[in-house]
Each structure stands twice: as structure tokens, then as C-alpha cells.
């Protein structure tokens, strides 16, 4: 394993050395909090997020002792765990999309973009309603992809599953997706969809 590259410490030594030095710990808070706070808020809304990323960040905290220190890489596990308390919430985010689909507008996506066409709302509105019909294992995984930037491998390492699980649940959820926004892809620029 290598504990320095390019001079910053790989997440598995931050976690090792935060069971001598428990400030340590803070360096992971601090490099994967801001992804994670604005993956929650898409996931949940705002006024959830930063309660779901320090109940994350305490769980983590808390069973530091049993990470697996061959994986340097803590975003599976912490996105894992963050993954298990977002779907107490099922509810909440499945309210979250509903009301995204009434009122067209995503605040969490919104300032990020310098404008939002008509095609892009209804684009957003009818991702929300598709994501509302995804079960929540399909769901979880396609955002975990989308929003999250994870690779499958990560992906059925924080949610403890196969990888050709994934690997369905992904499609599977993609097909529902697609369909549900009458067959096109929700990614896809606009030159792409007119090529074929």
C-alpha cells in the first residue's frame, strides 16, 4: 500500500493514524464531506443533508477499527454508510422528487448552472418522477454512478454486493429511466440524441 502519493495521504493511513491521533480523522471530514453533503442534498434535500453527512462521518468515526486498510480509497465505505442511513429516508426522498416534478425546479442543481432551458426543467422534472418509480436497490446504485461518480466496483463495495448485481441494478434502472423520459437519454448532449 502505498500511504503518500503525489504528497497526500491515502484515506486508509488518515484512518490508521486516527486511532492514535483521533484529530486525524478530521483530514477524511474534510476531503470527502463537501461530495458527499452535496450528493445527500440531491438524494434528500438540503435541511437532511448535513445531519446524514455527520451521522455518517460519527458511524465512520465510531468503527474506524474495522476498516479495511488494503482499500485506499474510503469513498465506498463512507458513501456505504451514508447509503444505509439515506434509506431511513425513503419517504422524504421520495416526497423530494414528487415535489421536484410539481414545480420544475431542482435548488439543489439549479445555481450550479449559469441558465436552465425549458428542455433542461422538463428534462429534471421527468428525472425526478423516474427516480420516484426506481426501487430503492435500483436507484440507489444508478445515483451512486450518476451522482456520486463511483465506479461498479466501488459501488458493490458500499452497498455489500455482488458486482454483477450492480451491474443489473444499473441496467435495469437505466431501461426504466429511459423510458420513463419517453425513450431518451437523460445525458446524452444535444448533438447525440440527433445522430441517432
Not at 41 to 60: H, K, M
Not at 107 to 124: L, S
Amino acid at each position: 500500500m502505498i500511504a503518500e502519493e503525489f504528497g497526500r495521504t491515502d484515506d486508509a493511513e488518515l484512518i490508521r493514524r486516527s486511532e492514535r491521533v483521533p484529530e486525524d480523522f478530521a483530514d477524511l471530514f474534510d476531503r470527502h464531506a463537501p461530495a458527499m453533503r452535496r450528493y445527500v442534498a440531491r438524494r434528500l434535500g438540503p435541511s437532511l443533508a448535513d445531519d446524514i453527512v455527520s451521522d455518517t462521518f460519527l458511524a465512520a468515526f465510531q468503527r474506524r477499527h474495522r476498516y479495511d486498510p488494503s482499500h485506499p480509497d474510503a469513498r465506498p465505505w463512507l458513501y456505504g454508510i451514508a447509503a444505509r442511513l439515506i434509506s431511513r429516508h425513503r419517504r422524504v426522498e421520495i416526497r423530494f422528487y414528487r415535489a421536484l416534478v410539481r414545480s420544475g425546479v431542482d435548488e439543489i442543481a439549479e445555481p450550479y448552472a449559469e441558465r436552465v432551458d425549458d428542455r433542461v426543467a422538463a428534462q429534471q422534472t421527468g428525472l425526478a418522477a423516474a427516480l420516484a418509480q426506481l426501487s430503492p436497490g435500483d436507484r440507489e446504485v444508478l445515483l451512486l454512478v450518476a451522482w456520486a461518480d463511483m465506479s461498479y466496483e466501488d459501488v458493490a463495495r458500499a452497498l455489500g454486493i455482488p458486482i454483477g448485481t450492480v451491474r443489473s441494478r444499473l441496467h435495469r434502472a437505466r431501461v426504466k429511466t429511459r423510458q420513463a423520459l419517453g425513450g431518451s437519454n437523460p445525458v446524452a448532449t444535444r448533438e447525440e440524441s440527433f445522430d441517432g
